[in-house]
């Protein structure tokens, strides 16, 4: 148990719709990450946040958006959804004082979505 | 722009044998790197990380390698198991500017009995 709690663990949707999926990070853990894995491809970065702000973008739509909360979860919006957002959605975070590493990412389970 | 790739999708080895994964980075900027082993239905976890300043870490039956100058890293599995037959991704990283963890596209390990 890597301490990220992501939910929903699975979640089928149509075209068109939006879905929200919330991560909680480890205990004490400041930075959240979200990565989007499509099938049989690596990890694709979307966006880093650190202490509430964003701090890297990555390969992230515009129909895409997140944001952090001050209790430190986060959430990840898709909007207009298509076929090929179909994927596995993983959050990981880390300690990572003001962007100077201190180690590594802790990755939840992952949110997998299937849009129809 | 793939700035970490991982050019063998697959990998098959003997139980007992060594395994080497290799990866490959384009970014002279990163200076920290890591292996992550991904279960099926499972997120990713943590092996073994390297800086740059180091060419080895060394971490049990794991050992990694780093060849800055030809900008590759390797992940040795000595001996190798059934249970390492996984999907394992490198990663790299920067301390100076940027926060992003760049993945390789992984490479599946299978460890024949």
């Known amino acids: 148990d890597s301490g990220v709690t992501q939910t929903p663990k699975h979640l089928i949707t149509a075209t068109g719709q939006r879905v929200t999926l919330r991560c909680s990070p480890r205990s004490g853990d400041l930075s959240v990450y979200w990565y989007q894995q499509s099938l049989d491809q690596g990890l694709q970065f979307l966006i880093q946040y650190y202490n509430g702000e964003e701090r890297a973008k990555g390969n992230i739509l515009e129909r895409f958006s997140a944001q952090q909360f001050p209790d430190l979860h986060s959430e990840l919006n898709l909007s207009s959804l298509e076929l090929g957002d179909s994927a596995l959605y993983f959050c990981a975070s880390s300690v990572s004082v003001a962007g100077i590493h201190t180690g590594e990412l802790f990755f939840g389970e992952g949110s997998r979505l299937t849009v129809l | 722009d793939q700035q970490v790739k991982q050019n063998s999708p697959s990998l098959s080895v003997q139980e007992g044998r060594i395994s080497i994964l290799n990866c490959d980075y384009t970014n002279s900027m990163f200076d920290y790197f890591l292996w992550y082993k991904k279960y099926p239905a499972e997120g990713p976890t943590f092996l073994i990380s390297?800086?740059?300043?180091?060419d080895k870490n060394e971490d049990g039956r794991f050992t990694v390698f780093l060849n800055k100058s030809a900008k590759h890293l390797s992940l040795h599995i000595v001996p190798s198991q059934p249970g390492d037959s996984a999907v394992y991704f490198c990663?790299?990283?920067?301390?100076?500017?940027?926060?992003?963890?760049?993945f390789g596209t992984g490479t599946r390990l299978k460890v024949l009995a």
């Open positions: 990663a790299a990283s920067g301390t100076s500017g940027t926060y992003k963890y760049i």
């Open positions: 390297i800086s740059s300043i180091k």
